[in-house]
């Protein structure tokens, strides 16, 4: 699979113009070309994302310009009333930055309605505006790692609520007292773009943590595998949930495709059967039926009853014997399959875990893994994927030349890695913030402090900071397992 994107934009930002939008992506998605990956609307940026290897850039193109939507006054959504506790951690030094009192500050951000231009960033995240002029600074130069669920925050003209745990730049004020999200629920989602939101002061608890949505059966048909001790972060991972962006629901799924689709293959799987990601250590299992699995990627060595077995290969393992993993300080990520695939539970077409969204969890010890497959492959077989070496090449994004040429000019050491992206270290790049809108996987970031972040699998639907380029997606996998303290150069492609 190779994602291209393509972008539309309408201009000035209106509540028709933003209605406009949606109703375009609506009839994209209604009428749907093959290859279609995703559609995202934002404030008032349209973007496709599609494999280039089905469907030309040219027809793309052609079909997103033929069903735009003719221009028409927008139509009033829901009116929602949502109850807010303003006792947020940067609620004293917003006021004091803007010269109010805390008292003033929360009376003017709960005294206008708010129109929700988006669903992003995260599940069920709302861009909401306008913020009043008055009440308008940048976001935080450098983004907290953490912002905890439910909060309400603000960011220039923008009002949003974090659904759920993730990073943030945005300056918090207070906590919703009703959840945005919630996979359990019929309809997981509390707001949609065009409603109106009236935030109330209200006093009172955040709703309770969410309930991570299970996605493996209790009782597989096929019981192969028990987990005796889960190792660092084991994660069930299909190609990921596509077509889903507008809700905010991330990609997710296989950091390193190339080394997921290879343990497929080398067990005559479907190239999207579900497998195992495991990072940087492995779990113990015992094995209850004899069967072949298969292990790829880069940092594991598997052991079967302590005996290692050769990587990017498949292997005879029988009932009562114990499967664990080595580290080998080579890689941070890699994949187990089992015949026919994991046997796993979809939520929105994908088995995929989105830990933020509480879809999916790592493994526990008890679990029980099931193959979703009947079939007895062969063991033995290996594979041996050719991967190119030397600079990570990048494709322009943003007209940002400037941007572009830094980011070639040297080394960047890699600060840290997870699924959400890779924080990197090195010459100053330019940054700094532009309207929100969504971006592929690979996507270099650049906020205002000039530290570039490459977004990968869980990165946020919608951004708010300069994208000058991405990584091209044969690349990805390389840039899968790179650690911390490695060091990354670009060059253009």
Not at 63 to 92: F, H, K, N, S
Not at 256 to 266: E, G, P, S
Request: glycine share 10%; aromatic share 6%.
């Amino acid at each position: 699979m190779h994602p291209a994107v393509l972008y539309r934009r309408l201009a000035p930002l209106t509540p028709a113009s933003n209605a406009r939008l949606h109703r375009w992506a609506a009839a994209l998605l209604t009428q749907a070309l093959p290859g279609l990956l995703d559609v995202v609307p934002a404030y008032s940026s349209l973007y496709v994302e599609y494999d280039e290897q089905q469907v030309p850039e040219s027809e793309v193109a052609a079909w997103v310009d033929r069903l735009c939507p003719e221009e028409q006054q927008a139509q009033a959504g829901r009116t929602m009333q949502l109850p807010v506790c303003y006792d947020g951690p940067d609620l004293d030094e917003v006021a004091a930055r803007l010269g109010l009192s805390v008292p003033e500050l929360v009376r003017q951000h709960s005294a206008v309605p708010y129109r929700v231009y988006a669903l992003g960033f995260v599940a069920g995240f709302p861009f909401m505006g306008e913020v009043p002029p008055a009440l308008q600074l940048p976001r935080r130069s450098v983004p907290r790692a953490r912002v905890p669920a439910h909060s309400v925050a603000m960011a220039a003209a923008q009002s949003g609520l974090y659904p759920v745990a993730s990073p943030g730049g945005w300056h918090l004020l207070g906590r919703a007292l009703e959840a945005a999200f919630d996979p359990r629920r019929p309809e997981p989602f509390l707001l949609q773009p065009g409603d109106t939101v009236q935030f109330v002061p209200t006093p009172g608890e955040s709703p309770p943590d969410l309930v991570p949505l299970s996605l493996l059966p209790q009782s597989p048909q096929r019981p192969l595998l028990r987990v005796e001790r889960p190792g660092a972060l084991d994660l069930l991972m299909d190609r990921g949930r596509f077509l889903q962006g507008r809700y905010g629901l991330v990609r997710s799924g296989a950091l390193d495709a190339l080394a997921a689709d290879v343990a497929n293959r080398l067990l005559g799987n479907p190239p999207d059967a579900p497998v195992l990601e495991l990072h940087l250590s492995g779990p113990q299992l015992t094995v209850l039926a004899d069967a072949v699995l298969s292990v790829t990627g880069a940092g594991l060595v598997a052991l079967v009853d302590g005996e290692p077995q050769p990587t990017w290969s498949s292997f005879a393992v029988h009932a009562g014997q114990t499967l664990r993993f080595r580290p080998d300080g080579r890689g941070r990520v890699s994949y187990l399959a089992l015949p026919g695939g994991l046997q796993a539970e979809p939520f929105r077409g994908s088995v995929s875990t989105d830990l933020k969204a509480g879809v999916g969890r790592p493994l526990q010890a008890g679990d029980v893994l099931g193959a979703a497959g009947a079939h007895r492959p062969l063991a033995g077989r290996r594979s041996h994927p050719r991967l190119t070496t030397g600079p990570i090449r990048l494709l322009p994004l943003d007209d940002d030349p400037a941007a572009l040429e830094a980011l070639c000019s040297a080394p960047f050491r890699v600060l840290d890695a997870d699924r959400m992206g890779v924080r990197l270290d090195g010459p100053a790049v330019p940054g700094g913030e532009v309207r929100s809108e969504a971006s592929p996987i690979g996507t270099v970031q650049v906020p205002p402090s000039g530290q570039p972040i490459v977004l990968l699998n869980d990165k946020g639907t919608l951004g708010g900071y300069r994208k000058p380029a991405r990584v091209w997606p044969p690349d990805l996998p390389r840039l899968a397992q790179v650690r911390p303290g490695e060091w990354v150069r670009f060059r253009r492609a």
